[in-house]
Nanobody, 122 residues
Framework: VQLQASGGGLVQAGGSLSLSCAAS????????MAWFRQTAGKERDFVAAISMSGGNTYYADSVKGRFTISRDNAQNTVYLQMNSLKPEDTAVYYCAARSGVTSTTPGLYNYWGQGTLVTVSS
């Protein structure tokens, strides 16, 4: 599967952004999906994940209550709605897919999008 992330940009602290990740192929519903983020010189960190059906979601403690992950299997797209953004949310955000149960471990994901930059100014 090929993933194309979009929606990043510059926003002031307290603002909102919505990221999208469009997947190619006809088997999107067979993949667990996740968002990770990375800043320069640091490892890629888990942000949120969603099960194949969309019935289960998981969040990093740092974004719980502010970010919402969702998916539309008919549109082959996963979303990340980010509210109440903070400067520490600044990072390149990556969507990822794996053909198995949901995981928070980036090494278990088989497919990655190209990343989209989110910058939150104070």
């Amino acid at each position: 599967v090929q993933l194309q992330a979009s929606g990043g940009g510059l926003v002031q602290a307290g603002g909102s952004l919505s990221l999208s990740c469009a997947a190619s192929g006809r088997t999107f519903s067979r993949y667990s999906m996740a968002w990770f983020r990375q800043t320069a010189g640091k490892e890629r960190d888990f942000v949120a994940a969603i099960s194949m059906s969309g019935g289960n979601t998981y969040y990093a403690d740092s974004v719980k209550g502010r970010f919402t992950i969702s998916r539309d299997n008919a549109q082959n797209t996963v979303y990340l709605q980010m509210n109440s953004l903070k400067p520490e949310d600044t990072a390149v955000y990556y969507c990822a897919a794996r053909s198995g149960v949901t995981s928070t471990t980036p090494g278990l994901y088989n497919y990655w999008g190209q990343g989209t930059l989110v910058t939150v100014s104070s």
